[in-house]
T-cell receptor, first 112, second 113 residues
Framework: GQQVMQIPQYQHVQEGEDFTTYCNSS?????IQWYKQRPGGHPVFLIQ?????EVKKQKRLTFQFGEAKKNSSLHITATQTTDVGTYFC????????????FGKGTLLTVNP | SQTIHQWPATLVQPVGSPLSLECTVE??????LYWYRQAAGRGLQLLFY??????ISSEVPQNLSASRPQDRQFILSSKKLLLSDSGFYLC????????????FGPGTRLTVT
């Protein structure tokens, strides 16, 4: 099945600095979903990208899908302590099962 | 609105003991349901999924099993727990919006001693 690799595994930033996590695949992806998991919590859906070169923004978060649909990125501008958590990318398989394959996630910590 | 429940929230079980984790969804019918395990607070491993009552697909061979006795009930079981079964177990259902995103329950933190 499809696999997605996420880098970096960990990222520690000072509050106010920017943060980016990358999601890469060796095969073309039909879509990418991004989830955020706060410490001790459960993953929460953020967004889905499906079009080549697609860019979506949610306040300080910018999501991109590569032109070749083999990579994606999540960029946070001016991090805040509320951004702390693990960010996962996931790709959805076709068919009626709608299974998700998750990357291993990037753990973001923010120093106030 | 839809909600998903899991219980118990935390569980400490000895090696060799049985396990039963329950997940129920409210506010939707015939949902796709999923069981994940997250070890050491990191990656999510899909264990089982179900597209309907009595329909279970296993992703990873192991000593766990799943059942779906009712439309909105999904159960994860084991006859004999192993130390390696420790982890954070998450149930999820597939949303019915345009993205078919998954919504996760609060999870059960299992420690096998």
């Amino acid at each position: 099945g499809q696999q997605v690799m996420q880098i970096p595994q960990y990222q520690h930033v000072q509050e106010g600095e920017d943060f980016t996590t990358y999601c890469n695949s060796s095969t073309t992806l039909s879509n990418i979903q991004w989830y955020k998991q706060r410490p001790g919590g459960h993953p929460v859906f953020l967004i889905q990208l499906v079009k080549s070169g697609e860019v979506k923004k949610q306040k300080r978060l910018t999501f991109q899908f590569g032109e070749a649909k083999k990579n994606s990125s999540l960029h946070i501008t001016a991090t805040q302590t509320t951004d702390v958590g693990t960010y996962f990318c996931a790709t959805q398989s076709g068919g009626s099962n709608y299974k998700l394959t998750f990357g291993k996630g990037t753990l973001l910590t923010v120093n106030p | 609105s839809q909600t998903i429940h899991q219980w118990p929230a935390t569980l400490v079980q000895p090696v060799g003991s049985p396990l039963s984790l329950e997940c129920t969804v409210e506010g939707t019918s015939n949902p796709n349901l999923y069981w994940y395990r997250q070890a050491a607070g990191r990656g999510l491993q899909l264990l089982f999924y179900s597209v309907g009552i009595g329909q279970i697909s296993s992703e990873v061979p192991q000593n766990l099993s799943a059942s779906r006795p009712q439309d909105r009930q999904f159960i994860l079981s084991s006859k004999k727990l192993l130390l390696s079964d420790s982890g954070f177990y998450l149930c999820a259902w597939r949303g019915q919006g345009i993205f078919y995103e998954q919504y996760f329950g609060p999870g059960t933190r299992l420690t096998v001693t």
